[in-house]
């Protein structure tokens, strides 16, 4: 602002409360433009103190007016010389253009009102006029005490001593109004008695001893309330006498006195160093008045420390919310959504956080400071919520991206490592928590040494949880892992185990015996041995060496034993229908009619030998039918196929046979199962092999019995 602008500015005084008892809008604007700051702002940097407020008081047309103008070069109303036409009443409020001064160094003695006096003109009365007069001067009284440091009563001197009249009435006011205010809270104010048209014929200190003995004699006569009744004057007022010369009849002396004055106000003994000062900062001061008056014009009670309260809290607030909105919000949601590089979105986030929190320190350190300090916290807790939302996002993008780089890269670890499968899984997963840990420590939203107090526990907070979540999805990767490890051993297992009992089938149906499923039995029993036993035990417990707890381990060999069962199973009976029976039966029966024993063919001398041949070989041959029919040991017994009771899953033991064969008719029962298990060729099957047997060996017979006749008739 320019010297022009507040010359401007101070050129008006404001019309603070006005006939209809009004209080003036914005006056906060006009507060603060005339403040004289530091950095020229009233809000920043300095602790907004820096100022006065200088009331007046005293009869109509004394003259006072007259004197704030010279004074403090104001430009309040005063009384038309000719026309003696009454100014407008209410008060006035005005900042001191200038302060007179002695000091002839200073142009046109005016001093500048560096220390930022504000002076507030009341307008009286001349306490003979009507009750609501009477009610305004009261209220207008009680509003001067609440607000000033410092209040003027300007009285004539020959009316000093004479114990009566509107004066006399003026200070019981004064002092009345004071005790209904101060009883609670004890803070002095000065009464600075100006005295007008002093002739100098009686000394100012006599005149004020006269005033000092009406003011005790007002006290003492006073109704004082219970907590006050022993309180002297002097507890409540410091009296300070001051005289200014006629103005008509020593114009020269009456504006020297006025500039002496001056000089007292630029004193700040006069002030007696801020102890009369009410506390409020400039900013607020506007507010605050406001209230003040509002209470008092509602006839309510005026508690000003808690208006003082309420007067924090509001301003408090509000620098809070500009500071939330302006600053914080504003450049929070440019940034919000995380970028790629979350790094420098938390370095800026930082640093803003810091940059609102001392923005409010330095506004808001001024008013009181519990309510202060109340407020801050609230500030912080708003700013944060916003902020721990960032972060536990940022946080979530990072285990994301950890457990997604761990699903790509695991395939080609797992071939290039040396470690064990077991080992490996450890190790990435130790890695990952690591590069969790090492790269979140770049998202602290606070100083690292704020990061464990109050301060920074929601971040505490937010990776701790963070780090849970991670833990988790960790846990969920490395089962899955698993779970595909155990499925490449259970199959890799069950390939080798179905190469080796195929071939073994094939080795003892090429040439079956009654023996061949006690054979078979063992050879099953042998790879089971081989296999899963003897690779697996372990202290009677199976270990697949993948970090399997016990019972998964148990899972995994149930489930590679039921695949043995299930390749032995459609092994067989895929290798045993009734084409592949017959083909064996017919083997066995060429074997034995065709060669004798050392494998040479045979020849038949006589029909007789022919028949009985034939009829032998035939026989040895369906014998082993049965063998071929089911698997039943020598001893009687079958194989059978166990039930697997395998958590999670249903056990599918009979899920390969179809229900057109003799064995359905009681499917629920175990036993059948088992039996439809060892059960290879069905009555119809066994009725169709002996069938083509017959024919074929007959076909065979035939050949055999052409040939010999053949032979002899040759
Ligand atoms: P206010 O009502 O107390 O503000 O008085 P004003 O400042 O309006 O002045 C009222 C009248 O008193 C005006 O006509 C002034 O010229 C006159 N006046 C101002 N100062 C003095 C003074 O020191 N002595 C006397 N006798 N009259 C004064
Ligand atoms: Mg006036």
Redesign the pocket.
């Given at each position: 602002m320019t010297d022009t602008q507040k010359g401007d500015i101070a050129m008006a005084s404001v019309h603070l409360v006005n006939e209809d008892k009004l209080f003036v809008k914005d006056l906060d604007k006009y507060v603060e433009k005339c403040y004289i700051g530091n950095n020229d702002s009233v809000h920043v940097n300095s602790d907004g103190l820096n100022y006065h407020i200088v009331s007046v008081f005293?009869?109509?047309?004394?003259?006072?007016?007259?004197?704030?103008?010279r004074l403090f070069g104001t430009h309040?109303?005063?009384?038309?010389?000719e026309k003696?036409q009454?100014?407008t009443k209410g008060i006035w409020f005005s900042h001191a253009n200038y302060i007179a001064s002695t000091d002839h160094s200073i142009e046109d003695g005016k001093r500048s009102n560096n220390s930022n006096i504000y002076v507030l003109?009341v307008?009286?009365v001349d306490g003979r006029e009507r009750a609501d007069d009477k009610d305004f001067e009261r209220k207008s009284a009680l509003f001067a005490l609440a607000t000033s440091e410092v209040l003027i009563v300007?009285i004539?001197e020959h009316q000093v001593g004479l114990y009566q009249g509107a004066n006399m009435e003026l200070l019981k006011t004064v002092m009345e109004v004071n005790l209904s205010l101060f009883h609670e809270q004890s803070k002095k104010c000065l009464l600075l008695f100006v005295i007008?048209?002093f002739t100098g014929l009686t000394p100012i200190s006599n005149l004020g001893q006269s005033l000092e003995a009406d003011m005790n004699r007002i006290w003492k006569d006073l109704n004082k309330p219970e907590k006050c009744t022993d309180s002297k004057l002097e507890d409540f007022f410091d009296l300070k006498f001051f005289a200014?010369?006629?103005?008509?009849y020593q114009p020269e002396n009456?504006e020297l006195n006025i500039k002496q004055l001056g000089d007292e106000f630029t004193n700040e003994r006069l002030f007696n160093h801020n102890s009369y000062h009410k506390q409020i900062p400039v900013d607020a001061w506007a507010l605050y008045s406001e209230k003040v008056w509002d209470q008092i014009e509602n006839n309510k009670d005026l508690d000003l420390p808690t208006q003082q309260i309420l007067v924090s809290k509001f301003k408090c607030n509000e620098i809070l919310n500009n500071i939330y909105d302006d600053v914080f919000l504003s450049e929070f949601s440019s940034l919000e959504t995380p970028t790629h590089n979350p790094v420098s979105s938390c370095e800026y986030f930082k640093k803003l956080r810091e940059k609102c929190i001392s923005n409010y320190d330095s506004q808001a350190s001024r008013y009181k400071s519990t309510v202060y300090l109340d407020i801050r916290k609230d500030l912080t807790s708003k700013i944060d919520t916003k902020l721990k939302v960032f972060q536990s996002s940022i946080l979530s993008n990072l285990s994301d991206s950890l457990i997604s780089k761990l699903n790509s890269d695991f395939p080609t670890l797992k071939k290039s490592s040396k470690l064990s499968f077991k080992e490996l899984l450890l190790s990435v997963n130790e890695d990952t928590i690591k590069s969790f840990k090492n790269q979140s420590i770049n998202y602290l939203l606070v100083d690292e040494s704020d990061a464990n107090n109050k301060d920074g526990l929601i971040y505490i907070e937010n990776y701790k949880l963070e780090l849970e979540k991670l833990e988790k999805m960790l846990q969920d990767f490395t089962s899955t892992l698993k779970f595909k490890e155990s499925h490449i051993i259970i199959n890799k297992i069950t390939k080798k185990f179905q190469i080796k009992f195929k071939d073994a089938i094939v080795e003892e149906f090429s040439n079956p015996s009654t023996e061949s499923w006690d054979h078979v039995a063992i050879k099953f029993d042998e790879l089971i041995e081989k296999l899963l036993t003897k690779p697996y035990l372990n202290n009677s417990h199976f270990d697949f060496n993948i970090d399997l707890s016990h019972n998964e381990n148990e899972t995994v060999h149930l489930k590679i034993l039921r695949n043995f069962y299930h390749k032995f199973d459609s092994i067989v009976h895929d290798y045993i229908n009734d084409d592949s029976a017959t083909r064996i039966l017919r083997n066995i029966f060429e074997d034995s009619f065709k060669f004798d024993s050392d494998g040479l063919p045979l020849v038949w001398k006589t029909f007789n030998q022919l028949d009985s041949q034939f009829n032998k070989s035939r026989d040895q041959a369906l014998s082993l039918l049965p063998v071929l029919c089911n698997m039943k040991k020598s001893d009687g017994t079958y194989i059978k196929k166990p039930i697997f009771e395998i958590e999670g899953e249903e056990d599918d033991a009979d899920s390969d046979y179809d229900d057109d064969d003799d064995f359905s008719d009681d499917e629920s029962s175990n036993s059948n199962k088992e039996l439809r298990f060892s059960k290879l060729l069905n009555s119809k099957q066994q009725a169709k092999v002996k069938l083509r047997f017959k024919k074929e060996t007959d076909a065979i017979y035939l050949d055999a019995k052409r040939s010999m006749v053949a032979n002899k008739t040759s």
């Open positions: 005293g009869s109509q047309s004394t003259g006072k007016s007259t004197l704030l103008n309040f109303d005063v009384m038309d010389e003696r009454q100014t003109d307008e009286g300007n004539f007008r048209d200014i010369s006629h103005k008509h009456f």
